[in-house]
């Protein structure tokens, strides 16, 4: 009885139903993320509580709800193996979150589950800090206030949008102090602490190489990285985004050298032509590699440079990364070729595609250069039918035999991987290099996006006083032979034959969804650049402009709560005062108090409205008697609670102020 006494039951029409809504709404973008077999138990705890309440069922025992909290921390600990780290810790939490509704007898439960869905909105942040995540999130707070304030209203149902319409005036005025906050609030120049992260799925560009690999991503449309050029921005034939090196072949996959040797020095690289000067904003695909446009001058704030010419950080990319850059048109690298770098790119497993080395070796011996020999093969390429296309087929165990002289159909990663088997087989240094070519440029953001849909493949060859050059086998397809779907990627490569093409495909143009794409991804960058980067140097700037440069983190402390406070008391003072100002009930009431302040009979303090009318009645029994019906209207309209004559009462109430 004692319980039932402090904490009134949910047994309120409509309550139950819109708690399990909020929860369901807040948990929802979660279940991306997390094993599914978490979401399914969230979804069935959430539906089995409706069914308790929509049949008057009796809920689970304490000793029954403990078990299931006992069994699911089990499960939690069989899937990641600890409780530690952000997929286990959130999915644990999560878990416990939806038992809690097995619980859910009272007030005061319905209350903690909504502050709860507070800390569960922030964890959303943890797997993604777009704009789209935050506009969801301030969709659920929204929601959570509104559902608060349900909770204390004796009618849901009926009250429900007046309460939706308060939560949002709720926020508007909570958003300046929150863009006080943001700015003003001390930032360091590192976060205080970083949650380790799962393992999740890697995205983009893998580090070996199979036929139909690179293949696979051309129907995703997700930006790997977004580039801002300071200046000139290079051709499209220009744009490879160089990335890894594959030199060891096993007859099926490409894939790294086992070993790095040496990191090189950036000096090694001789640079020279026009220069590019860009910013790269890359996403995080897990791996430790970076991309850049050959070749870039110096990364050697953010990577490494290995001994393939590739740029490497010591950890793996699991947040955006933002890098500046400059590279050349034009370089020499690798001039000089060790013994060891010369066997490891010009090795050929044993038992593998003998047709395709017999071409190559009667071909080495039908030329006279190294130069007249890859002439040779990608005119081959050119005339002869080789056709571009993501549906070449499956190809047999010896692939590069059943390519090149059988099926003549490929993608990128076909015509790199067979280019260098020749090469090598005509005892020609080469090796196979991965990455990106091309881009967009978003128009109404002033970048380039690099999709996941430009991966590429094409090959390095070794030649002697030249170092390593790059050869692109599929700018050597003929454009009769480039699939429609593919037209758009074989032109932004430079032809090698003067081939030209068809002029329809100059003719495309990006359709409405692609326009409105491109209008949310430039959104999406400013919220990036803007929002989630906002670190130490950015508020610097500001505080610069506001001439505040000189101050310190303690001084910052100290005028971030003096202005706080300010903004707190004078939005307190005007939500009073608006309050007061549209209530026509006290405004009247103040009158009827200042007209009996005249006659020497103000209220006191410390009395309520039928005290003051009795003490009047004590010394003038007839202006009592006057003023009585207007008391009377009053009190009811302040403590009897509202009904449908309330407005008639409210015009009663002042025309009798009014008359006195």
Same mark, same amino acid.
């Given at each position: 009885?004692?319980?039932?006494? *402090? #904490?009134?039951? /949910? ?10 809504? +909020?929860?369901?709404? =807040?948990? !929802? $973008? ?107 999130? *301030? #969709?659920?707070? /929204? ?10 209203? +004796?009618?849901?149902? =009926?009250? !429900? $949008? ?499």
């Amino acid at each position: 009885m004692i319980e039932r006494q *402090l #904490f009134p039951s /949910l047994e309120r029409k409509g309550i139950v139903e819109l708690i399990l809504a +909020t929860q369901l709404i =807040v948990l !929802l $973008p979660l279940f991306e993320y997390l094993p599914h077999w978490v979401a399914i138990i969230c979804v069935t705890v959430i539906g089995y509580r409706l069914l308790i309440k929509r049949l008057g069922k009796a809920m689970p025992g304490k000793v029954i709800s403990a078990l299931f909290g006992i069994v699911g921390g089990l499960l939690i600990y069989l899937e990641f193996g600890t409780f530690a780290g952000r997929d286990a810790g959130v999915s644990l939490i999560v878990l416990m979150f939806s038992l809690k509704l097995l619980e859910m007898r009272w007030y005061r439960d319905a209350a903690l589950v909504l502050y709860l869905s507070f800390f569960i909105m922030t964890a959303h942040f943890l797997f993604s800090q777009s704009l789209l995540m935050a506009m969801y999130m *301030l #969709f659920c707070l /929204l929601v959570v206030i509104t559902t608060l304030q349900a909770l204390n209203r +004796t009618n849901v149902v =009926v009250e !429900l $949008p007046k309460l939706v319409k308060s939560s949002v005036k709720m926020l508007l005025l909570a958003l300046p102090l929150m863009l006080i906050l943001f700015v003003f609030f001390p930032r360091l120049s590192e976060p205080l602490w970083r949650m380790p992260s799962g393992q999740s799925g890697t995205t983009g560009i893998d580090d070996s190489m199979t036929p139909g690999d690179i293949g696979s991503l051309v129907t995703f449309t997700e930006p790997a990285f977004r580039v801002k050029f300071n200046g000139d921005i290079p051709s499209s034939s220009e744009l490879y985004w160089r990335g890894l090196v594959f030199s060891e072949f096993d007859g099926l996959t490409w894939s790294r050298q086992d070993r790095i040797f040496n990191q090189i020095q950036e000096s090694d690289v001789q640079l020279s032509g026009p220069i590019y000067d860009y910013e790269i904003l890359l996403e995080p695909h897990r791996r430790n590699w970076l991309y850049a446009l050959e070749m870039p001058e110096s990364m050697s704030a953010v990577a490494k440079l290995t001994s393939d010419y590739t740029w490497e950080r010591r950890f793996r990319l699991t947040n955006k990364l933002s890098y500046k850059l400059k590279s050349h048109t034009r370089s020499l690298f690798g001039s000089e070729l060790s013994p060891q770098e010369r066997v490891l790119n010009t090795s050929l497993p044993d038992d593998v595609n003998p047709q395709s080395k017999a071409w190559a070796e009667q071909l080495r011996q039908n030329t006279s250069s190294d130069l007249e020999l890859i002439q040779t093969v990608l005119r081959q390429i050119n005339q002869q039918p080789y056709w571009y296309t993501l549906e070449p087929g499956v190809m047999e165990r010896d692939t590069v035999d059943d390519f090149w002289f059988n099926k003549q159909r490929g993608f990128c990663e076909h015509y790199a991987g067979a280019f260098v088997f020749m090469m090598r087989a005509a005892g020609i240094p080469a090796r196979v290099v991965t990455g990106y070519q091309g881009g967009e440029m978003n128009p109404y953001g002033d970048y380039m996006i690099v999709r996941q849909s430009n991966a590429h493949a094409w090959t390095e060859v070794w030649l002697q006083g030249r170092g390593w050059v790059r050869y692109d086998p599929t700018a050597a397809i003929h454009p009769s032979r480039v699939e429609v779907d593919l037209s758009q990627s074989w032109l932004q490569r430079e032809a090698l034959f003067d081939d030209k093409a068809p002029s329809d495909w100059s003719s495309f143009s990006p359709s409405l969804f692609s326009k409105a794409q491109l209008y949310w991804d430039n959104l999406n960058s400013y919220w990036q650049s803007e929002v989630i980067d906002f670190g130490a140097e950015s508020q610097f700037k500001i505080l610069d402009r506001l001439g505040l440069s000189n101050m310190s983190l303690k001084d910052l402390a100290y005028l971030l709560i003096v202005i706080t406070s300010i903004f707190m008391l004078l939005s307190a003072g005007l939500f009073m005062r608006k309050r007061i100002s549209e209530d026509p009930v006290a405004r009247a009431y103040s009158r009827l108090n200042k007209k009996l302040k005249k006659l020497k009979l103000e209220k006191k303090q410390q009395e309520g409205p039928i005290e003051h009318l009795q003490r009047i009645s004590q010394t003038q029994p007839e202006l009592a008697t006057k003023i009585k019906p207007a008391i009377l209207i009053y009190v009811q309209l302040r403590y009897m609670g509202a009904n449908k004559k309330q407005r008639d009462l409210i015009k009663q109430f002042e025309h009798r102020v009014a008359s006195f």
